[in-house]
């Protein structure tokens, strides 16, 4: 039997290759790429025409500062969710300004699609401040007789999350903010507001109000979820400056089977069983630790948290308000 070595080499050759693609293929397929976050863009939440001018002490707030104040501080709290790439102000500015846009542009139906491709955003988030108004209310003390004025801070919005690809609306929403000035003495510790001014109180309801709205967004797309768990505690995906504070708590459920409209087709989630409750208990910079207060057992990894409404016990010595009547 004769060999032709040109054919025998050229073989082991081709096997060589063969092997060198497999070996390539299963490393790369090892080492993919995270998925691709997706990008946001926050358009100027817009104030409604008939509310004026607002006073926060001796702070004017007009029209442009409380549309651009919310605006920033709900790009800040969404950016710090690490779950987006959030086009900047500036970034968004820009491009209104090259195409001539306005806000009746991206109101108009249909427009929306253009909007997201032009800012090349994955989602939208549109919205309206529809109430914002600081007003008086009286609180009778009782063992003086007196009846004293006491500051309340309301802010409305409305807003909606779209996807451009497809302009469906992801979530339509409202959120009410209101801040008591004189209860804040519960919530913040008394050596953090021993000197705060009017601008504090200010910067304190716009964060609040864009806190609420960010969370209203992440629950709908990236909702907290469970990532590690032993038999009293759990570590949850989301870290420090995204709404979790010590001491807040969550209800803790399972999501269920997906189910879908029999008339349209449309996905209507999950039907979603609590299983447990727990507190916060630290907050990382990426995480955050929680300890079981209930459903131990039943918890489980990849499980939703859901925020509960908390209150912060006072700490220190209560020392005389700055600012009258706060």
Known sequence: MQYNLTEIYQGNIMQKITVLLLALFFVTEGYAAPAKQPTMAVLPFQLSPVIGTTNIGEIAITRTVAERE?????????????KFNMLTRTQID???????????YWAEPGQIESMGKLLVADYLVTGV????????????IAITGEVLPRLVATFKSQFQV???STGKIVLADQVISRIRFDQLRREIPSSERRY???????????????????????AEIYPIKVIKISST??????GKGVGLEVGKQCKVV?????????????????YEEQVGIIEVTSVEGKFSKAEIISGAGRIQYGDICRLLTSVNKEQGAVYPRVTPGW
């Open 196 to 218: 705060w001014t009017a601008a504090d109180y200010k910067d304190l309801l716009f964060t609040k109000a864009a806190t609420e709205v960010g969370n209203a967004i992440l």
């Open 94 to 104: 820009k491009v209104i300004a090259e195409n001539r846009l306005t806000e009746s």
């Open 233 to 238: 505690k759990v570590i949850l995906n989301r």
């Open 254 to 270: 399972h999501q269920g089977e997906a189910m879908v409209d029999v008339d349209t087709g449309e996905s209507l989630g999950g």
């Open 162 to 164: 779209i996807q451009s």
């Open 129 to 140: 401040i529809n109430r914002f108004e600081i007003s008086a209310v009286s609180q009778n």
């Open 70 to 82: 919310f605006s920033n501080q709900l790009i800040q709290f969404l950016a710090k969710s690490r």
